[in-house]
Every structure is written in C-alpha cells, then in structure tokens.
C-alpha cells in the first residue's frame, strides 16, 4: 500500500475505526424484532435518499448506515456533512400500517425522544430536543447543536434519517453552534455501543406508540417528550412556511406534536412547522 492509498484507508484514523457489521447485525437482528436488515456503506450522499428511492420494495425495519455521507440533508434542505466515521449517520424504514396517517407526524418526535433516551444509556451524556428535530447536548455553560432528525414520507411508509456528532474535535465543527458527543463529555464516543443503543430505544418506543394506535398521550410518548423538550418556556421566534414570522412563548406540545406559542393577549397559536429560534431563556444565547 502507497501512503497516498493509506491516506484513504478505512484504518487510516485509527481513533475512528469502521463499524462492525456483522456485529451489528448480530446484536439487532431478531426473528421478532423490528430490525429486518442493517447494511453498512462506506460513503453516500444520502442515506435517506437512498432508502427513500427503494422504497416500494422495502421491508419495515430495513436500516442503512454510512460512514461519511457526503449529501447529508436536513430540514430546509441545509446539507448536513462530517468526517469519515466522526459520528452516526444512518435511515431506517418504518411503515406504522394501521395507525392513522394523521399521527405519523409524531414519528421524528418519537425519534428524538428514543435517541435522547438512548445516549443517556449508552453515552451518558443528557441530551435535550429542540422542536421539531434537533439534538442538543451542553459544552460548558452553551447549550449546541449534535445531530438532528429528518423524516420523509416515501412508498407506504417512512424514513427517518438520524444524524448525529459523535468524535468531533472543536476544529473540525462545521460552526460554533455546532458540538459532539465527545466534547459533552461522553463516557462513551464507541460508535457501535451507540448504535446499538439509539436503534434498540428507538424499538422500544415505536413498539409502545404503535401498540396505541399512535396515541401520543397513552403511550406516554407526549409526555416524554415534552419533559425532554428544551424549546418549552423559552420565548421563541417561528419563520413559518410564506415568509411569516411568529414570537411567543413555547408553552405546550399538543396531542397532534405541534408547538404551541402564547403570543400576547391570552391567545396561543400552534405550529405545525417552521423554523425554531431560541431568543431567551437559555445559557449560551441565541440557539
């Protein structure tokens, strides 16, 4: 091997190693578990494209993981990119079947929550949610940006892609609001413990939504959220769909996952979608 070939060498950061497949499939794949297949690609554009495109032959449960994505998207189609095995990026494909097509809008909650949860086992460190679909965790007194959450309607079901900062150093973030599980001080930054721990919490969440139809009050999935929640009793400011923008205080998840703003003179207005500022309440400013 030339050093130009081991410059680009799966072992070449060896703090990084590849993640172990069969392994991973191993530990996640059971006859009756969610997880039907697990399949590891060294580089991509998009794991959600990706999956999203296969779709209509896809098994419920089918996960993708990439070593690098090199298109990674997330909401307002920001690109989303890291170093070669710095972090977790993957999709999975879920098809909630019999629960009502209205309550599917809680699935990137559900997996925020389930994530959140399951750093807590395996990273040990307290992740919070910031609504709709970003992970934060604290680096000193600021409150940053680790990973976030893109879910996507494709074939009959959904893909949601998770991405997530894993061994980044602060020179490689890709802003200063941005963190990783290292620099919060992770008791653990072992991408496959991780792995294994997101995918198995997010099982278990999904199995107690769907077994309530997608009641996000009776699986107790609202209320887990909403403990999680770093955007309620904030004041916020909402760019909404058609250049609107809406300032309030965050004071509610209502039964159909939307953020509800107190917005002066007793009235509170929900919000289904849009982009979420926190403008005060917060150690660390604006995030």
């Known amino acids: 091997m030339t050093p130009s070939d081991a410059s680009h060498s799966r072992w070449s950061d060896l703090d990084r190693p590849p993640l172990n497949v069969p392994a991973?499939?191993?530990?996640?794949l059971r006859p009756d578990g969610l997880w039907s297949a697990l399949d590891v690609v060294d580089a991509t554009g998009s794991?959600?494209?990706?999956?999203?495109?296969?779709?209509?032959?896809?098994?419920?449960?089918?996960?993708?993981?990439?070593?690098?994505?090199?298109?990674?998207r997330g909401r307002l189609d920001r690109t989303w990119t890291a170093p070669a095995r710095s972090g977790l990026f993957l999709s999975v494909y879920l098809k909630p079947g019999a629960v009502p097509v209205q309550?599917?809008?809680?699935?990137p909650l559900l997996t925020g929550v389930a994530v959140a949860t399951g750093l807590a086992r395996s990273a040990g460190v307290d992740t919070a949610l910031k609504w709709p679909n970003d992970l934060l965790v604290t680096v000193g007194t600021q409150e940053r940006k680790a990973g976030g959450i893109l879910a996507e309607r494709a074939g009959d079901g959904v893909v949601?892609?998770?991405?997530?900062?894993?061994?980044?150093?602060?020179?490689?973030?890709p802003a200063p609001t941005a963190a990783s599980l290292a620099l919060a001080g992770a008791v653990s930054t072992d991408r496959e413990t991780l792995l294994r721990g997101v995918l198995r919490s997010l099982e278990q969440w999904y199995g107690k939504w769907r077994a309530a139809d997608g009641d996000a009050a009776a699986s107790g999935l609202q209320e887990a959220y909403e403990a999680g929640c770093a955007t309620l009793?904030?004041?916020?400011?909402?760019?909404?769909?058609?250049?609107?923008t809406l300032t309030g205080e965050a004071v509610a998840i209502d039964g159909d996952g939307r953020l509800v703003l107190s917005v002066g003179d007793g009235l509170q207005e929900p919000v289904s979608a849009g982009d979420i500022v926190h403008l005060r309440g917060a150690a660390g400013g604006l995030t």
């Not at 959600?48 to 990674?72: C, F, H, K, M, Y």
């Not at 309550?103 to 699935?107: P, Q, V, Y």
């Not at 009793?233 to 609107?244: E, F, N, W």
């Open 47 to 72: 794991t959600n494209s990706d999956l999203a495109a296969r779709a209509a032959g896809l098994a419920e449960g089918t996960v993708l993981v990439a070593e690098e994505q090199t298109a990674g």
């Open 233 to 244: 009793g904030r004041t916020v400011r909402a760019q909404l769909p058609g250049d609107r």
């Open 160 to 173: 949601i892609g998770i991405g997530l900062n894993v061994s980044l150093r602060e020179d490689e973030l």
């Open 24 to 28: 991973l499939r191993r530990g996640l």
């Open 103 to 107: 309550r599917w809008g809680w699935l």
